[in-house]
């Protein structure tokens, strides 16, 4: 039985939600476009809706980087309609919305959940500054079969572990020469 991870944002790149939801498009005479959404761990994508049975993502459109959203906002129009408005660089406004109201809500709590967890991933690199196996392979210069090997390739979860060990370090010192001087 396969489930879903329980902490997506460990995971560099994985995949959080992808779904279909509406993109209203800019303009005097803005309209709803439904267009096939992926949220990751760093970036929201926007696919046009592919009719093709398999997979609903068609040809790419754009994506937003999550750590530069300013502002994530839900609101209700006076028709009822539950609106997610995702707010770039304090210039640059998307405006998207579900079929349904619930699933919008769901949608918003996903988002603004990975965008928290990225915005704290940007003001706290030790997470992604713990070697993984490949990069520990060019920094010791060792080959695949050597036991160095080994010490280096960490998983996800004890990667987050000691970045969190060593951010509870480095708290701990500040407290320390806060209190001493």
């Known amino acids: 039985m396969f ?25 005097l005479f803005a309209r709803w476009h439904q267009r096939f959404f992926v949220l990751t761990t760093r970036f929201i994508q926007c696919y046009k809706l592919n009719s093709n049975k398999l997979t609903k993502m068609g040809k790419f459109i754009f994506q937003v980087r999550l750590s530069g959203l300013t502002d ?28 349904t109201e619930q699933n919008t809500r769901d949608w918003f709590v996903d988002i603004n959940a990975t965008l928290t967890e990225a915005k704290r991933n940007v003001t706290n690199p030790l997470v992604d500054s713990l070697p993984r196996s490949r990069e520990c392979l060019d920094h010791h210069k060792q080959s695949v079969n050597n036991s160095e090997e080994a010490s280096c390739n960490i998983g996800p979860v004890i990667r987050l572990s000691l970045a969190l060990d060593q951010e509870e370090d480095l708290h701990k010192e500040s407290k320390g020469v806060l209190k001493t001087d």
Request: with cysteine; hydrophobic share 30%; proline share 8%.
């Open 72 to 99: 994530l906002d839900i609101f209700e129009r006076p028709d009822g309609t539950v609106v997610i408005v995702m707010e770039q660089d304090n210039t640059t406004r998307i405006y998207v919305k579900s079929d």
């Open 3 to 27: 489930c879903a991870p329980l902490w997506p944002q460990m995971q560099p790149h994985s995949t959080v939600r992808k779904g279909t939801m509406c993109l209203q498009s800019n303009g």
